[in-house]
């Protein structure tokens, strides 16, 4: 069974940093578009970024400038380094792995909190 499993959550202030990771397992990771999501109460869950398989990048507008998508193919991992946070930023986040419609996997979510 696929699964994805996220860690580096938690609560940090307002202009911290957080790095998210996804581990994956029983999928050929090299060939899926690896991306994170967030789904804030009350909104739906929307595009934070992507990475394709050959590496290249896409960001939410308003993420831009402070967050970076990477992979390590080797690892089987994706991670998603969070800089500047901002009390917008709070929400659930999920790792997506996506090959096409039939082969398209979520993370349980990893809540992220930025407050002071």
């Known amino acids: 069974q696929v699964q994805l499993v996220e860690s580096g959550g938690g609560l940090v202030q307002p202009g911290g940093s957080l790095r998210l990771s996804c581990a994956a397992s029983?999928?050929?990771?090299?060939?899926?578009?690896m991306g994170w999501y967030r789904q804030a109460p009350g909104k739906q869950r929307e595009k934070v970024a992507v990475i394709t398989s050959g590496g290249r990048t896409n960001y939410a507008d308003s993420v831009k400038g402070r967050f970076t998508i990477s992979r390590d193919n080797a690892k089987k991992t994706v991670y998603l380094q969070m800089d500047t946070l901002q009390t917008e930023d709070t929400a659930v986040y999920y790792c997506?792995?996506?090959?096409?419609?039939?082969?398209?996997?979520w993370g349980q979510g990893i809540q992220v909190t930025v407050s002071s």
């Open positions: 029983k999928i050929i990771f090299s060939t899926y578009i």
């Open positions: 997506n792995a996506y090959f096409r419609a039939e082969y398209d996997y």
